[in-house]
């Protein structure tokens, strides 16, 4: 991936614990284009030197002279979050990558956009593109209060604002989201998008899935992987194919970890199964997926998985390293 060098123009408290950051090039010229639901990595500075995390765009796709982000505080931050809201001002210089979607928008009849909390990131792009398409759609925000929602006074001044569904989870029971009635007459013509924590988006396609939705016709984005359990992880050996190098991988360790220690490097970004960066080739053994990033076609395919988190069944992984 090409690597860019932008300076932070403008740094904007948009609601309580999240901060929009405004990136453009240093000589003020045109930025590689992106579409809605793209995100780029950003090189975070924080004590150990850096920490690159995904952040999606958040502007009108048909802007070319800047990239907006929009990064929530997370109170168990390993470093990214914690990083863009202490270390990072306005003037200050970022390296970034160009813009990548896995999360691309469809041409359809009518789209549903169910963005949770900071997820709305990647949808609020995508309500941008929506409406100059002059398509169907409607927008379901979920927050926890008014005072935690990004980019409320920008939504309620927008000329499709009257698309949008606020859902706050301090407030009456009758103004909050309710899936099933959204979701309760599946539509071959209608796609939904949603975007948020974890449980929010397991909630919302279990909820589509129990109604009859199309699996085709549910698209979906993590910002994070839920807790793992790893009270029954063991250690495994990973064989690196090109040169037979047999590395154990111990049971608090992971393989990307382990590769490191013997002066392999897989490069990552996210380290929690999200964003694909990661993605090697297996040749032989059973893969533990661990990752948010595989369909379940592809995890059952067996023949790549992401070393940052997942782990092995067998008793051996063979790499095509």
């Not at 990004?150 to 859902?167: K, T, Y």
């Amino acid at each position: 991936m090409e690597q860019l060098t932008v300076k932070v123009l403008r740094k904007t408290q948009e609601a309580q614990d999240i901060a929009s950051f405004e990136l453009a090039r240093m000589d003020g010229g045109p930025l590689p284009a992106f579409s809605a639901g793209s995100h780029i990595d950003v090189q975070v500075p924080d004590a150990q030197g850096g920490t690159t995390r995904q952040y999606s765009l958040c502007n009108d796709d048909q802007e070319s002279t800047h990239y907006r982000i929009a990064v929530l505080r997370d109170a168990a931050s390993r470093g990214g979050s914690a990083g863009m809201h202490d270390a990072v001002h306005e003037g200050d210089v970022l390296t970034i990558s160009t813009p990548r979607n896995h999360f691309p928008l469809v041409r359809a009849e009518r789209t549903l956009l169910l963005a949770g909390g900071i997820g709305v990131t990647p949808l609020l792009c995508m309500a941008q593109r929506l409406a100059l398409l002059a398509a169907d759609f409607e927008l379901h925000y979920c927050a926890r209060s008014a005072e935690r929602t990004a980019f409320r006074a920008e939504i309620a001044a927008a000329p499709w604002s009257q698309r949008v569904h606020f859902h706050f989870d301090d407030g009456d029971a009758a103004q909050k989201l309710d899936a099933a009635r959204l979701l309760a007459t599946p539509a071959a013509g209608t796609h939904v998008y949603v975007c948020g924590p974890t449980g929010f988006i397991d909630h919302v396609v279990g909820t589509a899935q129990a109604q009859g939705w199309d699996k085709a016709n549910i698209h979906l984005e993590y910002f994070g992987a839920a807790p793992q359990d790893t009270s029954g992880d063991g250690s495994f050996e990973v064989r690196i194919a090109s040169s037979g190098q047999s590395i154990t991988v111990a049971k608090d360790q992971s393989v990307v970890q382990a590769l490191l220690a013997h002066g392999i490097e897989v490069m990552t970004s996210c380290e929690q199964g999200v964003c694909g960066t990661c993605i090697t080739r297996v040749l032989e053994g059973e893969c533990d997926h661990r990752d948010l990033y595989f369909s379940d076609e592809e995890k059952a395919a067996n023949d790549q998985f992401t070393p940052c988190c997942s782990r092995a069944k067998s008793a051996v992984l063979v790499l095509d390293l």
